[in-house]
């Protein structure tokens, strides 16, 4: 998928973010991780891989060349960066979903009572004493 619109480091860390939330919820409310999540991983590692080799939006904000030109130790470097780059993301869905454990906890509740929940409905969700409640 192509990401259209920022094109920014925090723009892609936040995509990359989501990406990875389904792994990240894995491991904080399960207590392990399963290999579903491995498409994820792989769209995350290649929006990662863009970031470093062909948007340059790394922290280093070196200019890089064509992924066919680079040396191994360049193309080392590379990932290098991509991997500290999907490891702030991991960081960052981990921290998201810690600070709204709560939520999580009741929207994976109301989804075992009801199956499906739209879009709308979530958007309209506020959780009330561990229990989703819908507003207005």
């Known amino acids: 998928a192509t990401l259209i ?8 860390l936040d995509s990359l973010a989501m990406e990875l939330a ?4 894995e491991e904080l409310f399960l207590d392990g991780v399963s290999a579903g999540a491995v498409s994820d991983l792989e769209q995350a590692t290649a929006i ?6 062909k948007f340059g939006l ?3 904000k070196k200019i890089k060349g ?9 193309m080392n470097e590379v990932s290098d960066k991509v991997n500290d780059i999907l490891e702030e993301a991991y960081e960052l869905a981990k921290e998201l979903l810690s600070e709204h454990a709560e939520y999580v906890h009741s929207l994976a509740k109301k989804l075992l009572e009801k199956k499906i929940i739209s879009r709308k409905e979530i958007l ?3 959780v009330k004493d561990g229990d989703v409640v819908y507003l207005k």
């Open 48 to 53: 990662a891989t863009a970031m470093v080799s």
């Open 124 to 126: 309209s969700m506020e």
């Open 5 to 12: 619109g920022s094109n920014d480091y925090d723009f892609y």
């Open 58 to 60: 790394d922290k280093s």
């Open 22 to 25: 389904g792994r990240a919820s």
């Open 66 to 74: 064509n992924d066919n030109l680079l040396s191994e130790k360049t």
